[in-house]
């Protein structure tokens, strides 16, 4: 489903992350590792908003460097913290996300409506909650038709009801239509109640195998 060969991201020469070969099948795969460990950077890479050297591609076919346009596509990021223009709403965002990406008829309204998003639709982001933010964030990684989805800090500031919905739909995403899902969590991943692939250890930018 994803492979990672030769990958190293640097700030300020400083290297943040080294992956000399990473290969994950189809499935729910949990990156683990505390604060500055160096999963977010995975996360951001690897969703293909930062740059750096090596390989990745999905699905043995797209390669973000080469096909960058047809890997975005397949390819979707929930941030841990999200931040958006503050006098955007909701239906702002959705509607610029879900063009670009090309989401099916229906889709937009039954995510929002899973999510509670359409409750806020048309309030301007700078007024929403960390959990708003939260539901908005997770709701634009939701929409297109990705192969994968990233999933940075899922459980954070929702609330269970939402959670529960929210991973039904990931368990039915995965079922129905083969996407898979990274995800990472400072709670108990088995909270998520997803039948997880494979569990891995990020520490000071390496990548270690637990499972």
Not at 75 to 94: G, I, K, Q, T
Not at 117 to 127: A, H
Not at 156 to 161: H, Q, S
């Amino acid at each position: 489903m994803l492979t990672v060969t030769n990958l190293t991201k640097a700030y300020n020469g400083h290297i943040a992350l080294t992956v000399p070969e990473l290969q994950l099948p189809p499935g729910f795969h949990y990156f683990r590792g505390g604060n500055g460990s160096g999963k977010t950077t995975l996360f951001r890479t690897v969703a293909g908003l930062l740059p750096f050297s090596g390989e990745i591609v999905l699905a043995g076919k797209y390669e973000i460097s080469r096909d960058p346009v047809a890997y975005r596509m397949r390819v979707n990021y929930a941030e841990a913290e999200p931040l958006y223009p503050s006098f955007l709403s909701a239906r702002d965002l959705v509607g610029f996300v879900s063009k670009a990406k090309k989401s099916p008829v229906g889709q937009v309204d039954a995510v929002a409506n899973l999510l509670g998003v359409d409750s806020f639709w048309t309030k301007p982001t700078g007024q929403f909650s960390s959990g708003m933010l939260k539901k908005l964030s997770l709701l634009l990684a939701l929409l297109g038709t990705p192969q994968l989805v990233l999933l940075d800090e899922p459980l954070t500031t929702l609330d269970v009801a939402t959670a529960e919905k929210l991973f039904a739909y990931i368990q039915q995403l995965h079922t129905s239509e083969g996407v898979s899902f990274l995800l990472t969590s400072h709670q108990d991943v088995s909270l998520t109640g997803l039948p997880i692939t494979s569990v891995w250890q990020v520490n000071e930018g390496v990548i270690t195998t637990t499972t």
